[in-house]
Structure formats: structure tokens, C-alpha cells
């Protein structure tokens, strides 16, 4: 959905695919990043960031975990 923010994490290793369910015009930012271990369990989470929320404001979408 419009300004969710989602973290995906390949783990040890997976296959991943997205497809849009709709013809309306989509906008990504997409960053990747490399994880200071290897391996780890995979993982997918999701955050909503409702446009009324940070109308006109700054707000962290992302942090870095501490070590």
C-alpha cells in the first residue's frame, strides 16, 4: 500500500517475486543493503506510514539495529 515501508531479509536464501494486482501507476524506492553477518534466518515485515501521519514532518523510517 501507499507509504508502507517493508524489510526483507534473504537469510541464508530464498526465492522472491512481486507482481502488481492492478494497471494504476506504481512509485518504489527500493534500497539494498549488505548485513554485517551471513546467514541468519529469512524474514519479511511490513510497516504502514499513513500520509496523515507525516503530513508536513520528518519522520525515521529506518535505523540501523544496534550491534
Known amino acids: 500500500m501507499a507509504g508502507d515501508v ?5 537469510g541464508i536464501g530464498i526465492s522472491h517475486s512481486e507482481q502488481k494486482r492492478d494497471s494504476d501507476l506504481l512509485k518504489i524506492f527500493r534500497i ?9 534466518a529469512p524474514r519479511c515485515e511490513s510497516r504502514k506510514f499513513p500520509k496523515a501521519d507525516r503530513a508536513g514532518r520528518l519522520i525515521t523510517e529506518v535505523t540501523r539495529e544496534p550491534n
Do not use: D, F, N, T
Not at 6 to 10: I, K, P, R
Not at 32 to 40: E, V
Open 6 to 10: 517493508q524489510v526483507m531479509s534473504a
Open 32 to 40: 539494498w543493503l549488505l548485513p554485517r553477518r551471513k546467514g541468519g
